[in-house]
């Protein structure tokens, strides 16, 4: 069993930046693949970026592209979203989510995803 605890959100003025942080349990961090998904209000829940388990792949979404940037430190058991250039579209509920390992993996398909944290949620005013 793994816990995902996100934390790093909150009120941000466009343009401006935030980083979300998201620590698990266990000691087996290191062979999940962990992600980050957004949900708005009345939406679908929608990939933003993810990660292999090390760190050496990294997926994002078109609209985030250039301007979020996912990590990991496998020893912190922790994964990071760096937000900048933030916009008021960005604005969301941002859930963390671990994918154990397996063939043919598609990272922006929530359905692929075992484990998820609670979501931390960052509001970003124009």
């Known amino acids: 069993q793994v816990q995902l605890v996100e934390s790093g959100g909150g009120l941000v003025q466009a343009a401006g930046s935030l980083r979300l942080s998201c620590t698990a349990s266990?000691?087996?961090?290191?062979?999940?693949?962990m992600g980050w998904f957004r949900q708005d209000q009345g939406k679908e829940r929608e990939f933003v970026a993810a990660?292999?388990?090390?760190?050496?792949?990294?997926y994002y979404a078109d609209s985030v592209k250039g301007r979020f940037t996912i990590s990991r430190d496998n020893a912190r058991n922790t994964v990071y979203l760096q937000m900048n250039s933030l916009k008021p579209e960005d604005t969301a509920v941002y859930y963390c989510a671990a994918a154990r390992e397996r063939q043919r993996l598609r990272v922006g398909i929530p359905q692929e995803y075992d484990y998820w944290g609670q979501g931390t949620q960052v509001t970003v005013s124009s």
């Open positions: 266990g000691r087996t961090f290191n062979t999940f693949h």
């Open positions: 990660i292999s388990w090390s760190g050496v792949r990294t």
